[in-house]
């Protein structure tokens, strides 16, 4: 409620300039994650409802995308401190696993669908542009609301918090906070996710915890 009674008092948008610059940012991101390599992290903690784990997941990927086909190699699967790699390699090889993702709100095909206004600074992050989102129109599962901070001279994003604008289906509730602290081939790349989220149906409920940890980014010549 106080996001949004922000949102409506401040109404000064960031500049036509800036959101451009954004949204060249986001397509340089979007270019090497589909086209180049990386290596993934994966923490992911199940939480009993006093937030206590009961049970840790910790999986290594090598990313990579031959003749524009994506490929997940796992290099190793953790679960709770045991080595369950091979087991892990060939359940995930039966599995046919899609994922559908919102695109930023930065993102040129999505800023049509957002308002924007700048919101007051913040201390530890001298320098950069704070900058809140919302949808102009319905809220929906695949639109977000939240903040980021951006650097305005370079047009690059350096954090952002946000959550689905309506919560999709089974889920009572989910959180992200994406840091860009990466330094790729193309310019600053994402570094760290972090998604929270709770929800199920009847009497089965989940609470997790997911990191997402991003390095050594590469694109073919």
């Not at 190793?76 to 060939?90: I, K, M, P, W, Y």
Request: aromatic fraction near 8%; include cysteine.
């Amino acid at each position: 409620m106080l996001f949004a009674t922000v949102m409506t008092l401040l109404t000064q948008a960031p500049s036509a300039e800036l959101l451009a610059k954004l949204a060249a940012h986001d397509e340089r991101m979007r270019a090497v994650t589909e086209r180049g390599s990386f290596h993934l992290t994966a923490q992911v903690d199940e939480l009993d409802d006093r937030g206590a784990v009961t049970k840790k997941l910790r999986t290594e990927y090598e990313i990579s995308h031959p003749g524009g086909v994506r490929t997940e190699t796992v290099v190793s699967h953790l679960e709770n401190g045991v080595d369950r790699t091979s087991q892990f390699t060939a359940e995930r090889a039966k599995r046919k696993e899609s994922a559908t993702k919102a695109p930023s709100p930065f993102a040129a095909s999505a800023q049509k669908d957002y308002q924007f206004v700048e919101l007051p600074a913040h201390k530890d992050f001298p320098g950069w542009l704070h900058v809140g989102f919302s949808p102009k129109g319905d809220k929906r599962p695949d639109l977000l609301i939240g903040d980021a901070y951006v650097d305005p001279e370079a047009g690059e994003l350096r954090r952002m918090s946000c959550r689905p604008s309506k919560m999709p289906l089974f889920v009572d509730a989910m959180s992200i906070d994406l840091q860009y602290d990466g330094a790729g081939p193309t310019g600053r790349t994402l570094s760290r996710m972090e998604l929270r989220g709770s929800g199920g149906f009847a009497f089965v409920r989940r609470r997790l915890s997911t990191v997402l940890l991003f390095a050594g980014w590469r694109v073919p010549n």
